[in-house]
């Protein structure tokens, strides 16, 4: 069973950047999409940023578009979030996840990392 463990959030003024991390154990994240969620308090968890591990393509949405970047290193096993231009509106917890398939529906994740918080002060 795939263990994925999120790192990278802290607290950063508005305009700032961060980049977090997703690590994996267990198993590779070769045949999966890999994505990042968020969820900010009292709503609902929300997709960020999709990779598919099989072709590279990469998918936003529409909210974080040109201003965040999912890539991946292949030799260390981890899939990175590079956040810049942050708005307070950013401040969530940040989720790492997979799935055989992409979608931007939180439910049909089944493997989640413990999350990392990202708080962005104006």
């Known amino acids: 069973q795939v263990q994925l463990v999120e790192s990278g959030g802290g607290l950063v003024q508005a305009g700032g950047s961060l980049r977090l991390s997703c690590a994996a154990s267990g198993r590779t994240f070769g045949g999966y999409f890999m994505g990042w969620f968020r969820q900010a308090p009292g709503k609902e968890r929300e997709f960020v940023a999709a990779l598919n591990w099989s072709d590279n393509s990469t998918y936003y949405a529409d909210s974080v578009k040109g201003r965040f970047t999912i890539s991946r290193d292949n030799a260390k096993n981890l899939v990175y979030l590079q956040m810049k231009s942050l708005k307070v509106e950013d401040t969530a917890v940040y989720y790492c996840?997979?799935?055989?398939?992409?979608?931007?529906?939180?439910?049909?994740?089944?493997?989640w990392g413990q999350g990392t918080q990202v708080t962005v002060s104006s």
């Open positions: 996840t997979r799935n055989r398939y992409l979608t931007r529906n939180y439910r049909a994740y089944d493997t």
